[in-house]
């Protein structure tokens, strides 16, 4: 089974930046895409983005698009969430998840929750006007 561990989220000002981070453990071989979410309170969790395993292919949700960077370190099983110009918008917290096939190139099948498999707790970013 797949444990994902988060780290890096913090009190930031509007127009900071923040790097977060998803280890992940056991059973990664099995693991071809894994990505991030989040959540306000209050409101439905949503999709951010996602990576193949190899790194290659990304998606981005709308919101975050060119602002938010995500990247992935197969050696250390590790992905990464780079978020600049953050917004109090972006207030939420983050969770890494994985999944053990790939997502489409096109369509958004994978901005489902039910797409992936194993999720992690989260971290919490808060982002101060």
């Known amino acids: 089974q797949v444990q994902l561990v988060e780290s890096g989220g913090g009190l930031v000002q509007a127009g900071d930046s923040l790097r977060l981070s998803c280890a992940a453990s056991g059973g990664t071989s099995s693991l071809l895409s894994m990505a991030w979410f989040r959540q306000a309170p209050g409101k439905d969790r949503e999709f951010v983005a996602a990576?193949?395993?190899?790194?290659?292919?990304?998606s981005y949700a709308d919101s975050v698009k060119g602002r938010f960077t995500i990247s992935r370190d197969y050696t250390k099983n590790t992905v990464y969430l780079r978020l600049n110009r953050l917004n109090v918008g972006d207030t939420a917290v983050y969770c890494c998840?994985?999944?053990?096939?790939?997502?489409?190139?096109?369509?958004?099948?994978?901005?489902?929750?039910?797409?992936?498999?194993?999720w992690g707790q989260g971290t919490q970013v808060t982002v101060s006007s």
């Open positions: 990576i193949t395993r190899g790194g290659s292919g990304t």
């Open positions: 998840v994985a999944a053990d096939r790939g997502f489409p190139a096109t369509g958004r099948t994978h901005w489902s929750g039910a797409f992936w498999m194993s």
